[in-house]
Nanobody, 113 residues
């Protein structure tokens, strides 16, 4: 059974930082691309960042230069380091395995202005 468990969300002031984690189980983590997505109230899911199995990363323009995605295959975990947070980053953040369309349960990030 595949499980993706996000953690690390919370309330932070604008300009602050948070690091999200997504721990995977039930899969051979290292062979899969991983992605972070977010959903703000009243909006659709938005892709934030992806990291390929080989380590290459891509970012949405809205977070480029502020967020960093990285993975630790030994820990079956993908991370999202979020710096210089803005109020518009407020959302529930989800990790996802695109090739299998597995999603985690999400973690709330709230940025106060």
């Amino acid at each position: 059974q595949v499980q993706l468990v996000e953690s690390g969300g919370g309330l932070v002031q604008a300009g602050g930082s948070l690091r999200l984690s997504c721990a995977a189980s039930g899969i051979i983590f290292s062979i899969y691309d991983m992605g972070w997505y977010r959903q703000a109230p009243g909006k659709q899911h938005e892709w934030v960042a992806s990291i390929l199995s080989g380590g290459s990363a891509n970012y949405a323009d809205s977070v480029k230069g502020r967020f960093t995605i990285f993975r630790d295959n030994a820990k079956n975990t993908v991370y999202l380091q979020m710096n210089s947070l803005k109020a518009e980053d407020t959302a529930v953040y989800y990790c996802r395995i695109p090739q299998r369309n597995y999603w985690g349960q999400g973690t709330q990030v709230t940025v106060s202005s």
